[in-house]
């Protein structure tokens, strides 16, 4: 999944951009945080999740984790608007792993302290066994606060927004990081 989503051809219906946001370019490990957006299958409002990668530049090694909060209880459709929140293992759910259902991807290459960050509010949310409510925490709250973490500008996710909107908007508010 990590070369699939580091180095594949986009989709047509596909946005991928990419910021380096490094103070020192040292570190024979190159790390990366991956915001992702796809389409639900087969219906939905779509999700949003991260990927953190590191690709050892000596070896060649690559490990990646991706991660997305999700309703503990999938299935019935009451806990998608309200009930105990779960941080899920984005390798579990197949519709993650489906590269055609990818919208978006926002590859930001990170210092290893910024990574750590980002790591640091997986486990958060993880251990914190939050809530999920889907207007006010869901998947788009996990990624910004993730954002957050690693230094982006990062707008709060609009009421009834979906993943497909909210990635762009992130990936907008970046502009002056990109100059």
């Known amino acids: 999944m990590v070369l699939l989503l580091l180095h594949a051809s986009p989709s047509a219906a596909e946005t991928v951009e990419q910021l380096d946001m490094r103070t020192r370019r040292d570190d024979p490990v190159a790390h990366y945080i991956v ?26 090694e ?5 991660y997305g909060f999700y309703p503990e209880i999938e299935k019935v459709v009451l806990h998608l608007f309200v009930g105990r929140g779960v941080v899920a293992d984005e390798s579990t759910k197949a519709a993650s792993i489906k590269p055609e259902l990818l919208t978006h991807r926002f590859v ?10 980002g790591l640091a509010v ?19 709250h996990f990624t910004r606060e993730v954002s957050k973490a690693i ?18 908007r ?3 508010a970046q502009s002056m990081l990109m100059r």
């Open 108 to 117: 930001v290459r990170v210092d290893r302290e910024a990574f750590d960050a």
């Open 151 to 168: 230094g982006l500008v990062a707008p709060e996710a609009k009421f009834g927004e979906r993943p497909r909107d909210f990635i762009p």
């Open 35 to 60: 915001l992702c957006a796809r389409k639900s299958e087969p219906w939905g409002s779509g999700h949003s999740f991260v990927v953190w990668v590191k690709q050892d530049g000596v070896s060649g």
């Open 122 to 140: 997986r486990d958060r949310w993880r251990q914190g066994r939050r809530d999920y409510n889907l207007f006010g925490s869901n998947c788009m």
């Open 62 to 66: 690559t490990e990646s984790a991706a």
């Open 170 to 172: 992130l990936m907008a």
